[in-house]
Antibody, heavy 119, light 110 residues
Framework: EVQLVESGGGLVQPGGSLRLSCAASGFTFSSYWMSWVRQAPGKGLEWVAN????????YYVDSVKGRFTISRDNAKNSLYLQMNSLRAEDTAVYYC????????????WGQGTLVTVSS | QSVLTQPPSVSGAPGQRVTISCTGSSSNIGAGYDVHWYQQLPGTAPKLLIYGNSNRPSGVPDRFSGSKSGTSASLAITGLQAEDEADYYCQSYDSSLRRVFGGGTELTVL
């Protein structure tokens, strides 16, 4: 059974940093692109970033470029999101998602971790 | 403001058929990229409902169907049930190298 479990969310002040983690199991992690998708309270979904199987390619939504860094450790079956210079508008539930192997979709999602940026 | 446009809400009585539209542009849906649909039940993570415009993952009832034409796509739900009450999101790929979502549609079963 595919499982994605996020951790690392919490309350952080504007300008601060946070590192999210996603532990993957039930599939060959190193064979899939992986993504982070966020959802602000009461709002819709927004793709944040994704990373290729070997980490050689990374893509970001414009609003987080230069502030967020996606990475992975295939030996630990883990995905990460380093978030720096956090802003109030980054407040959201952050989901770890597996990219579909056959199309530009997301076939499995974690339960999400809440990041709140507030003073 | 979302790249893909969905109606904020739709409703229907049990047993009825409802459709949810998703409108894009020439840089995403109109460029030939597939449309995917997700169901988000209250308080839970999204779940892939339809992929590649009209394909259902294993376990998704055939009451759910998808279609695409030009710069738009639609999700249809037939035989509406109370358990279908959820938020529905369409998603595609944009030529700016990013995945894009619709703003979501809240389905109410009357």
């Amino acid at each position: 059974e595919v499982q994605l479990v996020e951790s690392g969310g919490g309350l952080v002040q504007p300008g601060g940093s946070l590192r999210l983690s996603c532990a993957a199991s039930g599939f060959t992690f190193s064979s899939y692109w992986m993504s982070w998708v966020r959802q602000a309270p009461g709002k819709g979904l927004e793709w944040v970033a994704n990373i290729k199987q070997d980490g050689s390619e990374k893509y970001y939504v414009d609003s987080v470029k230069g502030r967020f860094t996606i990475s992975r450790d295939n030996a630990k079956n883990s995905l990460y999101l380093q978030m720096n210079s956090l802003r109030a508008e980054d407040t959201a539930v952050y989901y770890c998602a597996r990219d579909c192997p056959y199309d530009f979709c997301f076939d499995y999602w974690g339960q999400g971790t809440l990041v709140t940026v507030s003073s | 403001q979302s790249v893909l446009t969905q109606p904020p809400s739709v409703s229907g009585a049990p047993g009825q058929r409802v459709t949810i539209s998703c409108t894009g542009s020439s840089s995403n849906i109109g460029a030939g990229y597939d449309v995917h649909w997700y169901q988000q039940l209250p308080g839970t993570a999204p779940k892939l409902l339809i992929y590649g415009n009209s394909n259902r993952p294993s376990g998704v009832p055939d009451r759910f169907s998808g279609s695409k034409s030009g710069t738009s796509a639609s999700l249809a739900i037939t035989g509406l049930q109370a358990e279908d009450e959820a938020d529905y999101y369409c998603q595609s790929y944009d030529s700016s190298l990013r995945r894009v979502f619709g703003g979501g549609t809240e389905l109410t079963v009357l």
